[in-house]
């Protein structure tokens, strides 16, 4: 006999992980709403042509590629399961350029996969919750994604750091240390400085290419210090004689002045070592940790200015972030946050004596239901011990008893599974308490 099992990397979800999940959703909808972003979808595959090239070499081996796709195999072009929800975004927007209105504002809430090493935090399939704005240079998008994030861990109670870079300084960075060709070079390694520390950082930008003068002229990069302000001022003096440096330090500063313009709370820190590996990012990027546990990225993003040139569309500048729902329910999990209503949808179940019963039951639930009431009606006449057991289990708050006297009466005994009190009530007086 064959034993059940799934793929490591991804997970079967209960009731109450689904109803968990569906709050952090419904939560991140709701804010993506109050900023004017509407909902599509892409599919869950895409053709490698579409996907190859555009998440750098590391992000390139993770995708997942479909062996059989019921053609044959000498007609068929190659296809993958998406790597992330961006650049099928591109390739969306490129496509279908001539019935949209730019600036194009979108949001997606869809899974992903990634051929990675299953770990805490790290899943093969994983949902993302992506909203992005293209056809517009403001960073007023960037200002307003900030924001969204702000607002989206405030409802759901999560204490977060947001830190920010801009790949133009990067590539500045570059430039001042004599490797301007090597700036991907660079990027993949300082992106995992929080990982691996900065000795195994000098040692892969070593492996990588980089001479030992331009390691040792990256180093006060990699260790300054200070608020951002001061950290804004050194990079001025730092990144003098790149153009392009200049800029990402002129933008960063606008972005932090919009965001004391909207009194934005949220701790925003300037992160000079922070890169995101994708090589698609060519502006602001974005990362956000969780304060109160030890866990990696649950949000992350950037700019990316010419992400639709690739399929055709050029010039076509967009911004915008992903929220990692399965990153976020752990994180949520651990510090239980979650509301306590989660644990059950339904909020009364009758629980019947016999036949006759049952189908009063079943006319009272009929009643309640269509007052957008949740009811369940346990479906036999078994012991009131095995009813109510199944009532506890599914943390259901009220229990409607129905015997022969209560079935007379047409009325029923209502028991709070909280606090065990028991009242006898109409199906009236039952609908207007569970309505409060």
């Excluded at 935090?121 to 994983?126: A, H, I, P, T």
């Excluded at 000079?272 to 060519?282: E, P």
């Excluded at 950037?302 to 915008?320: A, C, E, H, K």
């Amino acid at each position: 006999m064959q034993k059940p099992a799934i793929p490591k990397g991804t997970r079967d979800f209960s009731q109450i992980e689904m109803a968990r999940r569906n709050y952090i959703f419904s939560t991140i909808r709701d804010v993506f709403a109050l900023y004017g972003f509407a909902q599509i979808e892409t599919p869950a595959m895409e053709l490698m042509s579409t996907l190859m090239g555009k998440y750098g070499e590391e992000g390139d081996k993770l995708l997942f590629r479909i062996q059989n796709s019921g053609e044959k195999a000498n007609e068929a072009p190659e296809k993958g399961l998406r790597y992330d929800l961006t650049v099928p975004f591109a390739r969306y927007v490129v496509q279908h350029r001539d019935t949209i209105q730019f600036p194009f504002k979108r949001y997606q809430i869809q899974p992903v996969w990634r051929a990675d090493r299953p770990q805490k935090g790290r899943y093969r399939e994983f949902y993302q919750c992506d909203v992005d704005v293209v056809g517009t240079d403001s960073l007023l998008a960037e200002v307003e994604l900030i924001q969204i994030v702000e607002e989206v861990y405030r409802r759901l109670g999560i204490n977060v750091c947001l830190h920010l870079n801009n790949r133009k300084v990067l590539a500045g960075i570059a430039e001042v240390i004599g490797a301007p060709d090597k700036m991907i070079d660079i990027t993949v390694a300082i992106d995992k400085l929080d990982k691996i520390g900065v000795d195994k950082v000098n040692d892969e930008l070593r492996e990588r290419g980089l001479s030992a003068e331009a390691v040792e002229a990256l180093q006060p990069i990699l260790n300054l210090s200070g608020d951002n302000i001061s950290k804004l001022q050194s990079l001025r003096t730092i990144l003098a004689g790149s153009e392009i440096g200049l800029k990402g330090v002129a933008e960063l500063e606008e972005v932090f002045n919009k965001l004391s313009i909207v009194d934005c709370r949220l701790s925003v820190e300037l992160d000079l070592c922070l890169a995101r590996g994708l090589n698609y990012y060519t502006g602001a990027i974005f990362e956000v940790k969780a304060l109160d546990v030890q866990m990696g990225s649950i949000t992350g993003g950037g700019r990316y200015d010419n992400l639709t040139g690739i399929f055709g569309m050029p010039d076509v500048s967009g911004v915008g972030i992903s929220f990692g729902a399965d990153r976020i329910y752990d994180v949520l999990t651990e510090l239980d946050l979650y509301p306590a209503e989660l644990q059950s949808t339904t909020q009364v179940l009758f629980a019947c004596f016999g036949e006759d019963e049952l189908n009063f039951a079943a006319q009272c639930a009929t009643t309640l239901r269509a007052q957008g009431i949740r009811v369940e009606v346990y479906p036999e006449a078994v012991k009131m011990k095995r009813q109510m057991a199944y009532a506890d289990a599914k943390h259901i708050p009220y229990v409607a008893i129905i015997g022969s006297n209560e079935l007379a009466e047409q009325k029923l005994m209502l028991k709070n599974m909280i606090t065990g009190e028991q009242q006898l009530v109409s199906l009236q007086q039952l609908s207007e308490m569970l309505q409060a």
